[in-house]
């Protein structure tokens, strides 16, 4: 199998690998890099459970190739915190319980991430529109949504 040695930045750092051509972003994050926040779902780009944002876009990260990821930039849930505090959109999820079993919610906050980065006041719509790719089976999304907009009403 060819090996491909790759340069990117991941969560704010320089990382240099050698990847296999087919070997998928998530493995990279969770089998080799220990950042099993992003969780690994159906493996086919149906359920976001994989969720990260790729150059400021969310992207499901069991469809990227890591051969793929020359000087690209890669944010993960575990590049949130700073300081040791949460992100406010992790506080936010928090504050409106929404999250049961919780498999989604990296996912679903690095969606939410992407969209608020890009829109600073979305409407229910847009909001519907960027985690639609985000499956949740607990929720019920209302509590999702919730949360999502007042994070974009706080920090106004
Ligand atoms: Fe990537 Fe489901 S695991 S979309
Ligand atoms: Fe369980 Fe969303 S909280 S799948």
């Known amino acids: 199998m060819n090996k491909h040695k790759v340069h990117f930045m991941l969560n704010g750092n320089v990382t240099e690998l050698i990847v296999d051509t087919n070997e998928r972003l998530i493995d990279i994050l969770r089998d080799r890099l220990g950042l099993t926040g992003t969780k690994a779902g159906c493996g086919a780009g149906e359920c976001g459970a994989c969720t990260v944002i790729m150059d400021g876009e969310a992207v499901n990260a069991c469809l990227i190739l890591g051969a793929s990821l020359e000087n690209h930039t890669i944010l993960t849930i575990e590049g949130l915190m700073q300081d040791e505090k949460l992100h406010p959109i992790q506080e936010a999820f928090i504050r409106h319980n929404a999250l049961q079993c919780g498999f989604c919610t990296p996912g679903l906050i690095m969606s939410t991430k992407a ?41 106004e």
């Open 115 to 155: 969209l608020l980065d890009e829109t600073k006041h979305p409407k229910r719509e847009e909001i519907k529109q960027a985690i639609a790719g985000n499956l949740c089976r607990c929720t019920g999304y209302e509590q999702v949504m919730e949360a999502i907009e007042d994070v974009a009403d706080r920090r």
